[in-house]
């Protein structure tokens, strides 16, 4: 009975419990959606203040303002590098094991003609330029009333240096700011025991709703899919934490509540303000994780390009669309582009996919329709591969910037309170012989 006490075996419970719902009872299953939409409505709301919160508590103690830059530039290329390398995984996956092979889904064309005109028009107005200039809010309050995470994160980003740069250490705003940070979390955890009935509403709703049928005629295409982020998970995330000295299992084991969370409900934006105090307790420096974690829910979606990737390769399968490696290599330079922002939420990559067609043209654009039935059940690993890119990428970054503490990563992930930093003695200078002789009389006199 203790083991149904812990976050993640209830939420894991939940799911159990909700596949079966979802296959006995679809069409009761199906109404359960606003429990799932309800919860990460919930989470969603908190966002922008942990966001802000943690951003400019961690930034506004940093004086060395070179190693910030260090630290950015650092980011930027890492995520730049690891989801390069997703997309490649997924196409050579995709490429390899053929799932859209022999579906000749020309027929389907009618009756995806709906679903990918909505689409289209959700990523019609999508351009570089439109994109750089959407992480400026139209003001500082607005910033927060949207819920994008990147205005929220160049606000904060802007008040951190801010005050960084003016606060002296007496000043009442850096105490505000640490005591705002932990109210919103305590808000955190009275929302986060509402997550198996959240968990629990997502999953039966997509399995009342796209169960049976859908999962049969797809069936292949998903397990080449959850492959593919298997292959990234263990084999490229790996890799990347072995050259930083870190075992992946151990970095699962860590994260396994927050991963969870991202599975049942499918959205990794869920999981995000779990893994900013896990991360936090795990030994990363406050500045690394306030920087690189919301930073990489917009830069670093890996599970997202992983998503873009595949989906590519299967619909021109699908489609009987020739697709040469040249054309492949194109595309893959403008899914850097059109990869980024927005996709931690469920259904974001599937709209980032529709907007690379769109922009595009190379395939076509009514084959989106072939996957929006099973969006769903891909979000899952979508999602669950957002969480863990992102938990690696802090835990990678904080340990070359010599920013990571290994002692409370053990304590962490053996579930001990961390250890107390030790107080160095300060050194004491030589005394002179007055000196000497007066604190020895002093001394004396004390006691007697």
Same mark, same amino acid.
């Given at each position: ?180 940070? %932990? @109210? $919103?979390?305590?808000? =955190? ?8 009935? #959240? /968990?629990?509403?997502? *999953? !039966? ?81 406050? %500045? @690394? $994780?306030?920087?690189? =974690? ?8 890996? #599970? /997202?390009?992983?998503? *873009? !990737? ?83 990428? $802090? ?18 992930? !053996? ?34």
């Amino acid at each position: 009975m203790s083991m149904l006490k812990k976050l993640y075996v209830q939420v894991l419970v939940a799911i159990a419990l909700a596949i079966i719902f979802g296959l006995l009872d679809p069409q009761r299953a199906v109404q359960m959606r606003p429990l799932g939409e309800g919860f990460i409505a919930l989470l969603k709301m908190m966002l922008g203040p942990i966001i802000f919160c943690t951003v400019v508590h961690g930034i506004g103690h940093i004086k060395d303002f070179r190693k910030l830059g260090r630290l950015g530039i650092k980011t930027l290329i890492y995520f730049e590098v690891v989801s390069t390398i997703a997309m490649l995984v997924g196409f050579v996956v995709v490429n390899v094991v053929r799932p859209g092979e022999g579906l000749h889904a020309a027929a389907l064309d009618a009756a995806a003609g709906h679903t990918a005109g909505v689409l289209k028009a959700a990523s019609a107005d999508f351009t570089l330029t439109h994109f750089l200039l959407s992480i400026i809010p139209r003001t500082l309050v607005s910033a927060f009333v949207t819920g994008d995470i990147l205005p929220v994160l160049f606000v904060s980003l802007l008040a951190g240096t801010a005050l960084s740069l003016t606060a002296r250490p007496d000043w009442i705003a850096l105490k505000l700011i640490g005591e705002a940070q %932990a @109210v $919103v979390f305590k808000m =955190l955890g009275f929302i986060m025991r509402l997550s198996p009935l #959240g /968990a629990f509403g997502a *999953m !039966a709703s997509a399995v009342g709703s796209y169960g049976g049928a859908t999962l049969l005629y797809l069936l292949r295409y998903i397990l080449t899919y959850y492959a593919s982020a298997l292959v990234f998970i263990f084999v490229i995330l790996g890799l990347v934490a072995g050259l930083a000295g870190l075992s992946i299992f151990r970095i699962l084991a860590l994260i396994k509540d927050e991963a969870v969370i991202a599975m049942g409900t499918a959205a990794s934006e869920a999981a995000f303000p779990r893994l900013v105090t896990k991360l936090n307790q795990a030994g990363c420096d406050e %500045a @690394v $994780v306030g920087f690189v =974690l919301p930073a990489g829910y917009s830069f670093n979606i890996d #599970g /997202a390009c992983l998503y *873009m !990737a595949c989906g590519i390769g299967f619909i021109a399968q699908a489609t009987d669309t020739p697709l040469p490696l040249s054309q492949q290599l194109a595309l893959l330079a403008v899914m850097l582009v059109t990869s980024k922002g927005g996709a931690g939420a469920a259904g974001g990559a599937l709209v980032k996919l529709t907007a690379t067609l769109q922009s595009t043209r190379a395939l076509p654009l009514s084959g989106i329709g072939l996957l929006f039935g099973i969006d769903r059940i891909l979000a899952i690993a979508t999602s669950t591969t957002n969480v863990i890119g992102n938990s690696v990428a $802090v835990l990678v970054l904080s340990k070359w910037e010599g920013m990571f503490d290994r002692d409370k990563f053990n304590a962490c992930l !053996a579930g001990k309170p961390a250890p107390a930093a030790v107080a160095q003695p300060e050194a004491v200078p030589h005394d002179t012989p007055e000196q000497h002789h007066a604190r020895a009389n002093s001394h004396a006199s004390a006691n007697p």
